[in-house]
Structures are given as structure tokens and as C-alpha cells.
């Protein structure tokens, strides 16, 4: 993302006005929750793009912020939630993209989370540090994990299985998101931009992983970490 995009992501969070602190209740700035982002990140990791999603008016917040490394995976993503309307605690979590799929991609036991009382602050400080040590060994262990999913070929009728537990059992989907992953599994545009790749035209668990990722981008704020994380571990013990 050009330095100028970047500027104008965080002069729109800038605008949404803070609510006031109170004796059981401590707001952080979303501004603020990207700057610690930005400034505990290693040196050798290079700032490429903010992703932000705001509902209710700015209150609730979503959001990536990426970083380019040499490691395992070309991009390492920390994930971010926060409110200013207590509906939903401050959460973080590690995870990877790779250059030719704008998908994300979180393992299932890296979500922190904290609610907005007294103190937070200095529990976040040590949190997202937390978060940034992991994100360079998730980046291994996700590697991997897309190995293992390439590997695994499954057919239509495997596919509408698994997308039906994980929608009727696990709670994972909503119907539109259902919806969504049909069409990426039979119908997948796999250019580069479009969150799918080249290898998803191969009838694999990686296809359809894919196709699940892309559709969950729709998620709301509160949901959209767990949403993630849980999709991960539920693929992993398909296995």
C-alpha cells in the first residue's frame, strides 16, 4: 500500500471520537492499537498494508496490519478487534497471507483478548508483543499446514460434507457465507486479486480451505477472529 493510503486509514480512525474513561471502564484508541502494532514489530519486518473494517457507525473495528518478512510466508498479518461501545473485547491474533492469495489465514490457539477495564493499557503492551513473537513461528507452522491440505484430494460431495458440519454443527458460516464457498469451490475466480489462487483449481482440502477463508471476510467484528481460528482448527482435525 503507497505511504499516502496508509495515511488516510489512520486519519479515519483519527476522526471517530473516543468514548470517556470511567472507573470501570477504560477505551483504547483504534489509532492506538495499530501505532503498538506498528512500533513492537521487528526491525526486519517491513509495514505493507493496513486492512480496516468499521460498523456501527465506527464503534466496533476490525482490521490486519501487514508486514513483508524473508520467513516462511511472504506476508505476516496481526489481526485486531476493539469497540467503543463494550460490545466486544480488545483481540489479537498472529497469521500469514501469501502474495498471490488475499486470504487470511489463523491457526486455533493464538486469539488474546482483553476487556476494556482498568489497566489495559499496559496488559496490551504485553500482549501484542506476545502476539508479534508468535507471528514469525505461525508463519512456520501454517506453511505447513498448507502442505497437508494440498495433499488431501476430496470430491464434491466430501467438500458439502465438511461445509455442512462446519456450518450446522461447528457454527462456523452463516447461510450467505455457505453461499459464498459454493460458488469459490465450483466457480472459483482464481486470479491473484480475488483471494484464490492458481493451486485451488486442484480438487483439494487446500481448495476448499480457501474458498472458506474468502468467505468469511464478510464476518462482523466480533466474530470474525474466532471465526477464523475456529475454521483452522476445525480443518486440522479433519485430519
Known amino acids: 500500500m503507497k505511504e499516502n493510503n496508509i495515511n488516510k486509514e489512520i486519519e479515519i480512525l483519527k476522526s471517530i471520537q473516543l468514548p470517556k474513561k470511567t472507573n470501570s471502564y477504560s477505551p483504547i484508541a483504534h489509532f492506538d492499537i495499530l501505532n ?41 498479518s496481526i489481526g485486531f478487534r476493539n469497540s467503543y461501545d463494550k460490545s466486544v473485547s480488545a483481540g489479537f491474533c498472529a497469521g ?17 483478548l482483553r476487556r476494556h477495564t482498568i489497566n489495559i493499557v499496559k496488559d496490551l503492551d504485553i500482549i501484542i508483543k506476545e502476539i508479534i513473537s508468535y507471528g514469525e513461528k505461525n508463519a512456520k507452522q501454517l506453511k505447513n499446514d498448507m502442505r497437508l491440505f494440498q495433499s488431501i484430494k476430496i470430491n464434491n460431495k466430501e467438500a458439502a460434507e465438511i461445509i455442512g458440519d462446519a456450518f450446522f454443527n461447528i457454527n462456523i458460516f452463516n447461510s450467505s457465507q455457505v453461499n459464498v464457498i459454493k460458488k469459490g469451490w465450483i466457480f472459483g475466480d482464481y486470479s ?46 479433519l485430519n
Not at 500469514?96 to 488474546?112: A, H
Not at 466474530?223 to 480443518?235: D, E, G, Q, R
Open 36 to 76: 503498538k502494532i506498528k512500533n513492537y514489530s521487528p526491525i526486519h519486518w517491513k509495514l505493507m498494508n493496513y486492512n480496516i473494517k468499521l460498523t456501527n457507525n465506527g464503534k466496533q473495528l476490525f482490521g490486519t496490519v501487514d508486514f513483508c518478512t524473508s520467513g516462511y510466508n511472504n506476508l505476516i
Open 192 to 237: 491473484k486479486n480475488n483471494g484464490l489462487n492458481e493451486v485451488c483449481k486442484q480438487r483439494t482440502l487446500y481448495s476448499l480451505y480457501q474458498a472458506c477463508t474468502h468467505a468469511l471476510k464478510s464476518s462482523r467484528p466480533n466474530t470474525i477472529l474466532n471465526n477464523y481460528t475456529k475454521l483452522h482448527k476445525y480443518f486440522i482435525n
Open 96 to 112: 500469514s497471507r501469501v502474495l498471490v492469495c488475499s486470504n487470511l489465514m489463523f491457526t486455533g490457539d493464538i486469539v488474546k
